[in-house]
C-alpha cells in the first residue's frame, strides 16, 4: 500500500511550505525524494496530485481532497500515539502549544525551558514540544481541528460545539493607532466610523484553516492592507500605510517615541479578552504541566500601561 502516513507528511509539508523544495528542507530529505514520492502516489492512484502546468506545481482538485483527508489520518494518528504513550506512561510523546501573535514568544520561552528541565530531573525528557504561531481565529482553529493540545492567547469565545475548558491571561487594552503623518493623526476627536471609513486598515490575516476567519475593528467596504501577524501590523502602521487598533502594550514603545499616534474614538473599543485553552479530555502529564505553568505565570504585561485615553493627551 503506497499511501502511507509518510507520503501524507510530505502532501501536508509541500502545501504549508508552497514547494516541493521547501518541503525537502522542512523533512530533512533531498528534493528529488520529495519528488519520487509524489509520482509513486500518483502511479498508484491513476490520479495527478499536481497540475505542473505554470512555474509552481499546485493541487489538482483530486490532490487537495486527498491532502484534506490525509490530514485527518494524521491527526488521528498522532492522538492513537498520544493515547498509547499516557497509558503507557502517563506523558504524552508530543506535546503541541499553539501561541497566538498577541503574546510574544520571548515570553514563552522560559516556560519552555522550564519545562525540559522538569522533564529531565523526572527522567521524562522522551515528551517533544511542538510551539506553533497563529492569528485570530487560527488557535481555535487549531485545537478544534486537533493541530495542537493547548493554545495561549486565543481570543474571544471559542468555536460552536463546547468541549473546551480555557483560562483568562488578561484583558488586553486596545488602542486605534496612526503614524503622525497619517491624514487621521490630525481629525478632530472622537473619531467616527464615517471618518474612519475612506482610510485604508491594516489588518492581520486570520490563519483559520476551516472555521470562518474573524477581525477585529473593520469596517465594512474599508479597503485593507493584509498582513502576517501583529507584529507586522504594528510595522504596517508606523509605516503609515494605514490605520487600526493594537494591543495597548505593543503600540506603547511606538507611543512613547512619536511613531504612532493614539486617537480616540467615539465608539472605544473593547478591550480584547485572551486565554489559554485547551480540549475538555483528561490531560496528560505534560499538558497538566503546561496548564499549571500557564495559571502560575504573570501574564499582567498584557494589560499594563497607560489608559488609552491619557495617551492620546
Known amino acids: 500500500m503506497v499511501l502511507t502516513l509518510e507520503a501524507l507528511q510530505v502532501l501536508e509539508a509541500i502545501d504549508r511550505r508552497g514547494s516541493f523544495a521547501a518541503a525537502a528542507i522542512e523533512l530533512d530529505r533531498v528534493p528529488s525524494a520529495i519528488t519520487y514520492t509524489v509520482r509513486r502516489l500518483e502511479e498508484a492512484l491513476d490520479v495527478l496530485l499536481f497540475d505542473r502546468a505554470g512555474r509552481r506545481a499546485r493541487f489538482t482538485p483530486a490532490g487537495r481532497e486527498l491532502l484534506e483527508r490525509g490530514r ?8 492513537v500515539e498520544q493515547r498509547v504513550q499516557r497509558v ?3 506523558w504524552e510523546s508530543e506535546l503541541r502549544v499553539a501561541v497566538d501573535s ?15 528541565a522538569d522533564c529531565q530531573e523526572r527522567d521524562q525528557a522522551h515528551t517533544r514540544l511542538r510551539i506553533s504561531q497563529e492569528v485570530l481565529g487560527g488557535a481555535w482553529d ?16 471559542p468555536p460552536p460545539g463546547g468541549g473546551y475548558r480555557t483560562r483568562l491571561m488578561a484583558e488586553v487594552p486596545m488602542v486605534f493607532v496612526v503614524a503622525p503623518r497619517h491624514a487621521l493623526a490630525t481629525a478632530a476627536e472622537p473619531l467616527a466610523e464615517s471618518s474612519i471609513l475612506p ?20 469596517l465594512t467596504g474599508q ?41 480616540l474614538l467615539d465608539t472605544p473599543r473593547a478591550p480584547s479578552r485572551v486565554q489559554a485553552a485547551w480540549r475538555e479530555a483528561r490531560p496528560g502529564n505534560a499538558l ?7 495559571a502560575g505565570t504573570d501574564w499582567r504585561f498584557l494589560a499594563l500601561g497607560p ?4 495617551a492620546a493627551k
Open 288 to 294: 497538566a504541566w503546561w496548564i499549571d505553568a500557564v
Open 307 to 310: 489608559s488609552p485615553r491619557s
Open 223 to 263: 479597503d485593507t492592507l493584509t498582513v502576517a501577524d501583529l507584529p507586522a501590523k504594528l510595522a504596517a502602521q508606523v509605516a503609515g500605510l494605514g490605520c487600526g487598533a493594537m494591543p495597548w502594550y505593543l503600540a506603547a514603545d511606538d507611543v512613547a517615541a512619536g511613531r504612532l499616534v493614539v486617537k
Open 199 to 218: 482610510h485604508r486598515a491594516v489588518v492581520a490575516a486570520d490563519s483559520s484553516r476551516r472555521l470562518p476567519p474573524r477581525t477585529v475593528g473593520l
Open 102 to 116: 498577541i503574546v510574544p514568544l520571548a515570553r514563552v520561552w522560559p516556560l519552555v525551558g522550564r519545562f525540559y
Open 142 to 157: 487549531a485545537l478544534a481541528e486537533g493541530r495542537v493540545d493547548l493554545v495561549l492567547g486565543a481570543p474571544g469565545d
Open 88 to 90: 503507557a506512561t502517563g
Open 72 to 79: 485527518e489520518l494524521l491527526a488521528n494518528a498522532a492522538a
